[in-house]
């Protein structure tokens, strides 16, 4: 599978940006999806990640601000970022896997599938 990740951008604080990830093939339904980023200097970490039965689940630095969803007709996974903080300045990038153990979704070595990541940026 291949992911095409987009909607990234310069957005100042309190504000929202939208991210895509399109993903090619005709299984995205079988498809564990996610998002992670990465701060420069920083390891890659999890974000939000959305199931085959489209359960979701965020990392506790954006619960409640951030909003993963899925779009089986047009093979795209969403990321809604709202109250945007300058913390949250990173380069985010999609995830997929077709037999992702749930007790591992936190985990990038999870996932084996990426896209190209976009970057974000949160002005103060």
């Known amino acids: 599978v291949q992911l095409q990740a987009s909607g990234g951008g310069l957005v100042q604080a309190g504000g929202s940006l939208k991210l895509s990830c399109a993903a090619s093939?005709?299984?995205?339904?079988?498809?564990?999806m996610g998002w992670f980023r990465q701060a420069p200097g920083k390891e890659r970490v999890f974000v939000a990640t959305i199931w085959r039965s489209g359960t979701t689940y965020y990392s506790d630095s954006v619960k409640g601000r951030f909003t993963i969803s899925r779009d089986a007709a047009k093979n795209t996974v969403y990321l809604q970022m709202d109250s945007l903080k300058p913390e949250d300045t990173a380069l985010y990038y999609c995830a997929a896997d077709s037999d992702l153990i749930f007790s591992t979704r936190y985990q990038v070595s999870s996932y084996d599938y990426w896209g190209q990541g976009t970057q974000v940026t949160v002005s103060s």
């Open positions: 093939g005709r299984t995205f339904s079988r498809w564990v």
